[in-house]
């Protein structure tokens, strides 16, 4: 029996020692690149320019590329090993990446990317799904899922991605990350593997919001110009209700970062859905060439169907033909996605043009030069990892029907970080019109600060929110007591410096000047009483032993009085009021 027991120890030790090693492993393997990179490379900058010219904009900075650009000597994989296989090495660089480097950033490697860069969770089965850092166990979002992580675990200051249908947004809301997606055409799409050509963009990721815009102002190609703020912030109240978590803890936020930046009458409400109703007349002629009688569907989800239908059709475009004769092996959630699509008459499709360009003259109407929207980046938290979740069906309409409005319109939009709730990142989006991305961009430097301090005080329990209000309470109250004391309303101050104490009764200044007040007044039994409270509070508080040594004397308390003015010269030698009145209780009693 002692033997059994003696054996069972030790495959217990064993066990213990063999996890342990599995998961040293796994948090070394973590620790190394978060599984964000598909390959390592180097492409350096030229030799930065002698004094006294200025240096490159982007010197001294690091950056990865989705497996999507062109880079000369190696194979574009596509997130797909079949595409590796049948493809050969690019032979030039792509023009985003070589004016990275020319800008004096140092480019390090390619990130994975989703499969055939169609998917918006994040997953790869061929290469791994990148670990999220600021959620381990959730997903961290696609199809530009390596670039997001390898910013968001710090192991380069930017990365490209390319968004679609939120390629760049998704995962910079889901790992806690800036991430800029610019307008349609901005940036040049020569050197990337087109998805959907009308609604590809080159974006790009960051944390710090200066690093942001500089890059932003290199593939961009922006000239100096002074910095603009926005005059009105339009919230866009609708958008917000697609929410699953508290509208507050997202729309609060940049509401009260706005009024303390711009003014409260910089602030604006719309209805988005009502709004595109009436200036995007398309959208209403699409459905009723698709509904043949079914119930009216809002004018976001309608936008969203659009724009799904016209990438799947501008993918199949582009690669049914690899697909149909290569014949890879796809993941079932991506094959149901590409092929799920109906045929689709010329005529329909000519109305996918006309909703595009109405669109955008709705949010240029809407938006004008110096106008912002403001919405939730996509409705739900990242979900976790291994969960079906987000290919349901209302997971993937809530997100299309927020992330369409960008797409479709060809808007530039930034995802900006907002902290954490229940752990998991959350996020907001800020849309400027088409063309107005250097605007955007300076928005966001404006106002990132801001809305960080905003965002932390929201995230923080209600019940801390409750004390520090009514510890600033109290200092208003306090400071309404000083101006009733050199106003020489001895009671009135008193009521001030009393309604302090009742919002924050551990401040040893507010019994203190209540003291003094009470002093003014005669009252020398509640004078003395407050200053002890203040001494017990603040045994340092050289005023407070002053006034109750003065209290004290009037009361009689001689030796007592003494002991204070000692004290206090005890804390304060070069005092003279406390010096003097030693000196005179002496020879009172001498």
């Not at 027991?5 to 213990?16: D, F, I, K, R």
């Not at 004016?99 to 998917?119: P, Q, R, S």
């Not at 719309?270 to 398309?282: A, G, I, M, T």
């Not at 007592?560 to 206090?568: S, V």
Request: charged letters at 20%; aromatic letters at 8%.
């Amino acid at each position: 029996m002692a033997s059994q027991s003696a054996n069972l120890w030790v495959l217990l030790g064993l066990g213990l020692a063999g996890i342990l090693l599995v998961t040293r492993k796994l948090k070394k393997a973590i620790r190394e690149d978060f599984g964000a990179f598909i390959e390592k490379l180097q492409l350096l900058p030229p030799p930065p320019p002698l004094p006294p010219k200025a240096p490159h904009p982007l010197t001294g900075l690091t950056f990865a590329v989705s497996d999507v650009f062109d880079i000369d000597g190696h194979v574009t994989g596509f997130g797909h090993p079949d595409w590796v296989k049948t493809h050969e090495k690019a032979s030039w660089t792509s023009p985003a990446v070589t004016a990275l480097v020319e800008g004096g950033a140092t480019c390090i490697g390619k990130t994975v990317v989703d499969e055939l860069a169609y998917g918006i969770s994040g997953e790869n089965k061929h290469y791994g799904t990148p670990t999220n850092p600021a959620a381990p166990e959730r997903l961290p979002g696609g199809s530009s899922s390596g670039a997001a992580v390898a910013v968001a675990a710090n192991l380069v200051d930017f990365s490209l991605g390319v968004d679609t249908v939120g390629g760049v947004r998704i995962p910079a809301g889901f790992c806690g990350i800036l991430g800029f997606r610019p307008s349609h055409g901005a940036v040049s799409h020569v050197g990337i593997i087109p998805i959907s050509t009308s609604l590809d963009t080159i974006g790009w990721f960051a944390k710090d919001p200066n690093i942001l815009r500089r890059v932003g102002h290199v593939l961009l190609q922006l000239p100096y110009a002074v910095q603009r703020s926005p005059r009105q912030i339009i919230i866009a109240d609708d958008c917000f209700q697609l929410l699953k978590i508290s509208v507050d803890r997202v729309a609060q936020v940049v509401i009260k970062s706005t009024e303390k930046l711009f003014g409260r009458q910089a602030l604006k409400h719309e209805n988005v859905e009502d709004y595109l109703k009436s200036k995007v007349p398309s959208l209403k002629e699409f459905h009723s060439k698709k509904s043949n009688g079914e119930l009216e569907i809002s004018s976001l989800r309608l936008l969203a169907n659009v724009m799904q239908f016209l990438r799947r059709h501008e993918f199949k475009c582009n690669h049914a033909e690899w697909i149909s004769s290569v014949k890879p092996v796809l993941d079932p959630a991506i094959s149901s996605q590409i092929f799920g699509t109906l045929e689709m008459p010329d005529t329909v499709f000519e109305s996918y043009k006309s909703i595009r360009d109405e669109m955008r003259s709705a949010m240029h109407s809407l938006l004008k030069d110096d106008g912002i929207l403001v919405i939730p980046t996509i409705a739900d938290t990242s979900p976790k990892l291994g969960g079906k979740e987000i290919l349901s069906e209302d997971y993937q309409s809530r997100a299309c029907s927020l992330l369409s409005i960008a797409s479709m319109s060809g808007c530039c939009q930034v995802t900006i970080p907002l902290g954490f709730h229940n752990k998991c990142p959350i996020s907001v989006s800020l849309i400027a019109r088409h063309g107005g991305d250097r605007f955007l961009l300076d928005t966001v430097h404006t106002m990132y600060t801001s809305l960080q301090e905003q965002a932390d005080t929201a995230s923080k329990p209600k019940s801390s929110r409750n004390v520090l209000s009514k510890e600033q309470s109290a200092e208003i109250a306090k400071e309404k007591g000083n101006q009733a004391f050199k106003d020489m309303q001895w009671q009135k101050a008193i009521g001030f410096y009393t309604e302090a104490i009742k919002l924050s009764g551990t401040n040893a200044t507010y019994y203190s000047n209540r003291a003094l007040a009470y002093l003014e007044l005669g009252s020398y039994l509640q004078a003395e009483a407050d200053c002890t409270k203040a001494i017990t509070l603040d045994k340092k508080n050289v005023k407070a032993y002053l006034r109750r040594a003065t209290a004290r004397e009037m009361l009689g308390y001689y030796k007592e009085a003494i002991e204070d003015f000692r004290y206090a010269l005890v804390l304060e030698p070069t005092n003279k009021r406390a010096t003097q009145s030693v000196e005179r209780l002496r020879k009172l009693f001498q």
